[in-house]
């Protein structure tokens, strides 16, 4: 989704304000192994400052996602704030440098929530995940397996032991 920013780089209007509604890509959703996403609400400004303009933008919305232990769905909520600088020349600073009049807003917010997404993705944090032998949840209660693991290496150990 692109903003015009002709109107402020021609210096027609010092900050120009937009109210959006994203979706996120398909391949986004994918890259990051979401199960879905909901709209993402966007209000922002941009507003020139010498020969650079400055991006300002809150957004908000949703992304489901697995459990990373039991695979049980987990929704995320993202309300957050972000900022950009946009020049049309290159510089040696953290810059977004433009090649048009506009600028696209969703490789930003997807960028934004990579830097937002946690390490691990629990449903809590006590989550007991999957048995490794039968696959039962064990959040939801014990499984009969067997779960006594010996290192192989110290197996005949076992038996000088049980004699």
């Given amino acids: 989704m692109n903003v015009a920013l002709s109107k402020v780089v021609t210096g027609l209007q010092s900050q120009l304000d937009f109210q959006l509604r994203l979706s996120l890509d398909d391949r986004f959703i994918r890259e990051i192994n979401a199960v879905e996403a909901s709209e993402f609400n966007i209000q922002g400004a941009v507003k020139k400052v010498e020969k ?8 908000e919305g949703s992304l489901t996602f697995a459990c990373d232990r039991c695979l049980t ?11 950009r600088i946009l020049t ?16 696209d807003i969703c490789p930003i917010l997807e960028e934004e929530i990579l830097l937002n997404l ?6 809590g944090d006590e989550c007991k995940g999957l048995c490794p032998t039968c696959g039962k949840n064990l959040n939801k209660g014990i499984c ?8 192989p290496r110290l197996e005949a150990l076992k038996n000088v032991f049980n004699n």
């Fill in 118 to 123: 946690p390490s691990q993705i629990l449903c």
């Fill in 73 to 83: 769905e987990v929704k995320l909520n993202f309300e957050h704030m972000a900022e």
């Fill in 52 to 59: 650079r303009m400055i991006l300002s933008f809150s957004y």
């Fill in 144 to 151: 009969g397996c067997d779960h006594e693991r010996i290192d």
């Fill in 88 to 103: 049309f020349e290159i510089s040696d600073e953290d810059v977004l440098v433009l090649t048009k009049q506009e600028v």
